[in-house]
């Protein structure tokens, strides 16, 4: 995939999951949601597997080892090791390694899966500002993070310790709902100190490397449900993505998402890996995909035809994406994803 601007879905005469030799797969919104298994994400990963593609977890979430999260995978229904298991832990603790020398003390704001990560890049994790550490690390911790692990984080940065974030997703999604995520613990550090972290997660480089050398993939292909960690993360690395509807991204976003949060692919959930994609293609003044024709006027996006709702969606993000780009037209789709039922 190349950085030029997307203006439409592509298709894809061959399956995803005979097209790409391995899937980059998001967790939370992709996988499961709450804890359980999103429905047919387990018969639909099970069958890209059987078939020769290799599956790889990707998620922001620093809290959980590689070891917990293959765990849960394999209690889902889904046979998963460790080795096939990439967090945002791994990634800053490799970019941190980097910057210091091995055997370092590194002040731990976070949960296990960042010590875990620190020990595997050879530095030792410490809990307080007066452990002479070198540097400071950031992660989600869990609801239960005391607030004064950011009075060591604000110490040690005062100090002129330089400071690392594993990731700045503001939410995080819950059994409950949607909660703080590493990005709003970040904000509190960065409000305290003025200071600005290295941040390693999705949509940032650090991760995507940190994904390729485990993984040794060479036609990735991303799989996530947020434009802003999972689509962009793609982006940045020059990789195909395919955005799931199961998560936190609606229509009405994917509509209106910019060039870098604009996916290759679109579908409902983890089936779309499992077939072809279906063409969009230019009709008239408009772009037409099965059954259904869209066009942008000046003010609106139109919506004719019938069929699958999801091309319906996708002849509708070319409509909107080609709009957008030339600033002509102001987007309003309500009408067209309700009829959708989108």
Not at 252 to 271: F, W
Not at 333 to 342: H, N, T
Request: charged fraction near 20%; glycine fraction near 12%; proline fraction near 6%.
């Amino acid at each position: 995939m190349s950085q030029s601007v997307r203006t439409s879905p592509e298709g894809s005469a061959r399956a995803l999951s005979e097209a790409y030799d391995t899937a980059l797969l998001d967790l939370d919104g992709v996988v499961y949601a709450g804890g359980n298994a999103i429905a047919h994400a387990v018969d639909s990963l099970a069958t890209a597997h059987t078939g020769g593609m290799r599956l790889a977890y990707v998620t922001n979430n620093a809290l959980r080892t590689p070891d917990a999260v293959a765990e849960h995978l394999t209690e889902l229904g889904i046979p998963t090791g460790a080795d096939d298991v990439i967090t945002s832990a791994q990634a800053v603790a490799r970019l941190i390694s980097e910057q210091v020398p091995a055997g370092s003390r590194v002040l731990v704001i976070g949960g296990e899966g960042l010590r875990v990560a620190l020990r595997e890049r050879g530095l030792e994790p410490v809990d307080s500002a007066d452990d002479e550490p070198v540097a400071v690390v950031q992660g989600y911790g869990g609801p239960d993070l005391a607030w004064g692990r950011f009075a060591e984080a604000c110490y040690a940065i005062a100090r002129g310790v330089p400071w690392f974030a594993s990731n700045t997703d503001l939410t995080i999604p819950s059994a409950r709902g949607i909660a703080p995520g590493n990005g709003a613990a970040v904000e509190v550090v960065r409000i305290a100190t003025g200071a600005e972290p290295q941040v390693a997660g999705k949509p940032l480089p650090p991760m995507h490397k940190e994904t390729i050398l485990r993984t040794g993939a060479e036609r990735p292909l991303v799989v996530g449900d947020r434009l802003d960690t999972d689509i962009e993360g793609a982006f940045n690395g020059e990789v195909d993505s395919l955005l799931v509807l199961t998560g936190v991204t609606d229509g009405a976003q994917l509509l209106a998402a910019p060039p870098q949060h604009r996916p290759t692919y679109v579908d409902a959930d983890l089936r779309g890996m499992l077939t072809g994609q279906p063409e969009v293609t230019g009709a008239g003044d408009g772009f037409r995909c099965g059954g259904w024709t869209a066009t942008a006027g000046r003010d609106r996006l139109e919506l004719d035809g019938e069929g699958e709702p999801l091309d319906g969606l996708r002849a509708l993000c070319a409509a909107a994406w080609t709009a957008a780009g030339d600033g002509s037209c102001a987007l309003d789709a309500e009408k067209a994803l309700v009829r959708l039922g989108l």
